[in-house]
């Protein structure tokens, strides 16, 4: 199903179906509009004290357009000030003056000494030098910044409240020559503001705000931009939060470039009350929320707990499409770690126009007109030559740390280490690849005409010591060149297998015939080159490639070449017959990796995470690996951005320790280290084991403590429908349905609360309590907060009601977290079990006739049936089966949605206190079917428990069962000598192989599990399948390997089965007797 266009059309939780593609972007638009975007630049002369003038912005409305012919060079500008510490939150530019907001707190030209100036800070991008002029002062955060459209105003969110000594509550407006608030604009927010758009007539602010200057505002705030006062007419409230934590709020804002229309990027359910999950479109000029809708987010929610991940976005210089990515929620398309492209018209049910997979965060986003680029934590991105929707299977993780990271992959992607760009047409990966060091990402980014500003945690980019932004500036691309030369194959960041050989080729031109090309392979790691012997690596050396036709204007060249596993810089270099050659050398950066030596693995056992109470201690964990495990490294790094030093100390500058595993050499074993931290507060250890080849763990372990010697969880204890103090539980309660019920009690702490919060579910009708607080079937069940946000006091008498109870059986759960972290342990919850129920009648029972899972369906039906029982007497039964491929439903129309449904089953004898039932259904489309079953009552009770009314069905009519190819290993009567067990072959299958089990059984009967241990079974024949490594999963075949631990001598037998991308298994496994001598 691979169609380049990559364009998709009814995207609905992984069903996918081709359409057409976004318009072509390059456009430029002329508009009249009255709006006016505020990210282009203008110029104008400001005179200072005499005779220092600066450049601002003065000039009439311009087109706010990149207006880019090609990509942005791959290597940033190194001749513009240093920002080293802390985050970078957003970048704006006013003709040649830089805007930088962020955690920083200073700034230093180069090789100059750092000036203090926290949180905003500015520099002349054409003199390189700081802004020494421009000096705001904040006391608290600041999370954006934009500017006016004529560049004479720039507007600034955050959580501050005061700015220059005024008060100035989480909005202001600022003089960008000086710094100094503008007295007469006045918006205080009683939340943070964390996202802008300004136009020439509003100044649009989102961000955790209820109330702006008094006036009843929730998320999404329009203002006017000289006093700041409220638009009344334009009142869209956020609602529903649904972020982490509940969390409501937004998270980017985006005019279109004609202005007509405001982009809201947030974490809620609703806009004015209207479902708009994700993503929200509002007309400008009326202030009404227009009906483009998608329910991508909808119908995915379920599969990532319920958590709303969007994190940035942009708008196309042509107003065609925008784009939407995501972060910090794990590897999910399409909602979690993608960037999702969507046209900007459409009414209801929009779907997207294709969803570029990362496998991992993607924090910020520009487009321009020839790229979209992104930066975020991500190592991948998608090859041109990716399956489409997107390489990988759905439910499998990628990343950096996942497995085989997405080496696992093959061509299907390339390497980009936290910045990458994408063709706006398909979004797959296009040449550029500067790279990063940053940690947590790249979470800031600006395209102009003048080139790409990006901004993240590290201080490295491009392989330059820029600090926390880099410029990548057009005017610095080389200039065109007669001699030339091209690297074809293979792609920018493309990985090979190592000690194998590939081969590099391109084009090469001179008007006077190319006489020869030169390449350089160097190893980024060891800094050495490939020699002429293509074996040996010394000092600096160009290799001469085969040259297709020499002496000709233009020509092919080739060069076949076998490398080790490392990391490669690949430089290629034309001569002409005239002495001439390439102004400058083609680079390439690609990579080789080895199934034969995989990355060790390294887990941390202790300290368990959450409160250490000394700043000294042990810590310990276990690392493993296929060779063997040699060395280890450390780093500890604080909430602030500082990274534990050599000498004890806190520094913004990333360091590590260096240590030895307890065996050096083993497989598997142990390790530990002395930790001694410099200040309490909240740090994350990471650990990285070292195999003997020098490979390092692909992400190693990450721990997050909270350092206090005082610090205690909180409390909290139940006071109603029943007193409970933890941990001693308290019994059932027992109320009748159809009325409310209220739970009340205490939290305190031994410092200061920041929030209450409660979880309640109905554990038989699956109704729960959602982050927002919303109840229903359909919400995820979370934890809600009942406390008002900020707490900050020792306690706090909490207390919710609830909606009118249905008949069943209620789970509740209340906890505090404090100002430091702490959060009320597992043991300590206040934890109910209220059941809803009719007095004098029971809750009925239904059962299913077939209980297990069936892989042998051949068609689109199922026919189920079963028993129902009731003291009083069955009303019905109801059905609910749910595509577990695609999150959905049968509704009872029979079509499929993401909303909970069941379908009616026949009774047989309704009313009766016994019956049986059937229901024969057709299904709408393929898919793997889990089936519940329930009895409802004559009261409307419904049956408490599932238990023998669960099926499962693969129903994929004309797949074919997975399949060990005849090249197994062992074969029957096999013997090994070195006290293992290896098992290798090739599984394949029609669709896709999705994993191969192995499964060990001694002489006595015992089966082995993946640590090498021996037991018996409870239930007699099941025995471990131990899941073996794939070097193609998802792919139609893939080879595997597995070798156990030493096992006794002795005779056993070994079973392998391959199991498909659908979920079916190999019919019967492949079984084989073996002895170990």
Do not use: C
Request: charged share 15%; no cysteine.
């Amino acid at each position: 199903m691979h169609v380049r266009s990559r364009a998709i059309a009814g995207l609905v939780a992984g069903a996918v179906l081709l359409t057409g593609q976004p318009a072509a972007a390059g456009t430029v638009q002329d508009s009249a509009a009255d709006e006016v975007a505020s990210t282009s630049a203008r110029a104008a002369t400001r005179t200072i004290g005499g005779d220092a003038t600066r450049t601002a912005v003065r000039t009439a409305a311009a087109l706010s357009v990149p207006g880019h012919t090609g990509l942005v060079p791959s290597t940033p500008r190194n001749d513009v000030p240093r920002i080293t510490d802390g985050e970078i939150t957003d970048i704006e530019v006013i003709g040649n003056r830089v805007f930088i907001a962020g955690s920083f707190t200073a700034i230093a030209n180069v090789g100059g000494t750092p000036v203090a100036q926290p949180s905003l800070a500015s520099y002349n991008i054409d003199t390189g030098l700081i802004d020494t002029g421009f000096q705001p002062t904040f006391d608290g955060s600041v999370e954006a910044v934009e500017a006016s459209p004529d560049g004479s105003s720039l507007y600034v969110a955050g959580s501050f409240n005061t700015v220059g000594g005024l008060t100035k509550r989480k909005i202001v407006r600022l003089d960008p020559v000086t710094g100094a608030p503008i007295a007469a604009f006045t918006a205080q927010g009683n939340g943070r503001a964390t996202a802008l758009a300004v136009s020439s007539t509003a100044v649009y602010v989102g961000g955790q705000f209820t109330k702006v200057n008094s006036v009843n505002r929730t998320g999404l705030v329009a203002l006017n931009p000289t006093t700041g006062a409220v638009d009344s007419g334009f009142n869209l409230p956020l609602s529903g939060g649904i972020g982490v934590g509940g969390m409501l709020t937004v998270q980017q804002l985006k005019l279109t470039h004609n202005g007509s229309k405001l982009l809201v990027i947030h974490t809620g359910r609703q806009i004015a009350g209207q479902d708009r999950y994700g993503v929200g479109l509002v007309d400008t000029a009326t202030k009404a929320l227009l009906p483009w809708r998608t329910r991508l987010w909808e119908d995915n929610l379920s599969f990532v707990g319920g958590i709303q991940r969007v994190f940035a976005g942009d708008v196309a210089p042509d107003d065609s499409y925008f784009v939407v990515t995501s972060g910090s929620g794990g590897d999910r398309p399409p909602i979690n770690d993608t960037a999702i492209a969507f046209p900007v018209t459409g009414a209801d049910h929009v779907e997207p126009t294709w969803v570029s997979r990362h496998f991992d965060s993607i924090y910020s986003v520009a487009i321009t007109e020839t790229a979209v680029y992104v930066g975020g934590h991500f190592s991948w991105q998608e090859s041109p030559t990716s399956n489409v929707p997107w390489p990988g299977l759905d439910n499998v993780g990628y990343g950096t740390g996942q497995g085989l990271s997405g080496y696992g992959l093959g061509d299907q992607v390339v390497r980009r280490d936290h910045l990458g760009a994408l063709d706006p047409a398909t979004g797959t990966a296009i040449e550029w690849n500067p790279g990063s060091s940053s940690y947590e990402g790249e979470k800031a980014m600006l395209a102009t005409p003048r080139g790409l500003f990006v901004g993240g945690d590290g201080n490295t980019k491009g392989g330059l010591p820029v600090g926390r932004v880099g410029f990548f500036d057009l005017t610095q691309a080389p200039a065109p060149s007669p001699v030339d030369t091209t690297i074809v194959t293979p792609i920018e960041g493309a990985v090979k297998q190592a000690n194998a050989p590939f081969a590099l080729g391109g084009q090469a031109t001179s008007p006077a015939g190319v006489t020869k090309v030169g390449i350089e392979i160097q190893n980024r790691g060891s800094k050495k080159y490939l020699q002429d012997d293509l074996t040996t690596w010394g000092a600096a050396n160009s290799i001469n490639a085969t040259v297709a036709a020499v002496n000709t204007a233009s020509t092919s060249w080739s060069l076949t070449v076998s490398l080790p596993v490392g990391e490669y810089q690949v430089q290629a270099k034309t001569f002409g017959n005239n002495g001439q050659s390439d102004a400058s050398k083609a680079v390439k950066k690609i990579e080789t990796f080895s199934f034969d030596d995989l990355p060790p693995t390294t887990k941390i056992t202790s300290p368990p995470a959450g409160l250490v109470a000394a700043q000294s201690f042990v810590a310990t964990g276990t690392a493993s690996d296929d060779k063997g495990v040699s060395a280890m490294t450390y780093s500890f790094r604080r909430s602030d951005n500082q990274y534990l030093q050599d000498d004890g100390t806190a520094a913004p500058v990333y360091n590590t320790f260096r240590g030895e595993p307890d065996v050096i050499g083993a497989l598997s074993t142990t390790w530990q280290v002395e930790v001694a931290l410099p200040t309490e507060g909240e740090w994350k250890m990471t650990a990285t084991a070292i195999d003997n080849a020098g490979q390092g763990d692909l992400r190693g372990d990450t721990r997050d403590w909270i350092i206090s010697a005082t610090g205690v969880a909180p409390s909290v204890a139940v006071s109603t429908p029943t007193p409970m103090t933890p941990p001693t539980a308290a019994a059932p309660v027992t109320v009748a349905p159809g009325g409310s019920i209220t739970f009340s009690g205490t939290a305190s702490d031994d410092g200061t609360l920041k929030s209450v919060e409660i979880y309640l579910r109905n554990n038989t009708t699956r109704e729960a309590l959602a982050a927002d607080g919303t109840w229903g079937a359909d919400s995820i069940a979370a934890y809600h907060r009942v406390s008002p946000i900020n707490l900050n006091a020792p306690s706090y008498n909490w207390s919710y009601t609830t909606v009118p109870l249905t008949p069943g059986v209620y789970d509740f759960r209340v906890r505090a977290t404090d100002n430091l972290g702490l959060s009320t342990a597992t043991a300590n919850l206040g934890r109910l079990t209220v059941t809803a129920q009719v007095p004098g009648d029971a809750f009925p029972n239904g059962l299913l006739n077939f209980t297990g899972v069936d892989q042998n369906v051949d068609q689109l039906h199922l026919n189920l049936a079963g028993t129902a029982t009731d003291n009083i007497g069955v009303q019905s039964v109801r059905v609910a089966l749910r595509d577990l491929d695609t999150g959905r439903y049968v509704q009872p129309n029979g079509t499929m949605a993401a909303s909970f449904a069941t379908v009616n089953a026949t009774l047989a004898s309704p009313g009766a206190t016994s019956t049986t039932f059937a229901l024969s259904i057709d299904l709408p489309t393929k898919g793997e079917y889990s089936v519940e079953a329930w009895a409802v009552d004559t009261a409307g009770q419904q049956d408490g428990s599932t238990s023998g009314a669960t099926a499962r069905y693969l129903v994929y009519p004309g797949d074919l069962d997975p399949r060990l190819e005849p090249s197994l290993t062992p074969q029957n009567g096999e013997v090994y000598t070195d006290s293992r067990i290896v098992v290798t072959g090739r599984a394949v299958d029609d669709v896709g192989m999705l994993r191969v089990d192995v499964q060990i059984v001694n002489g006595a009967g015992q089966g082995m599990n993946a640590s090498g241990v021996f037991s018996t079974p409870s239930v007699p024949g099941n025995f471990p399948w131990i899941s073996v490594f794939l070097t193609s999963p998802g792919s139609p075949g893939s080879n595997f390997a597995y070798t156990s631990p030493v096992v006794p001598a002795g005779a056993y037998t070994v079973s392998v089965r391959g199991t498909d991308n659908y979920g079916q298994l190999q019919q019967p496994p492949k079984t084989v007797s073996v002895t170990v001598s």
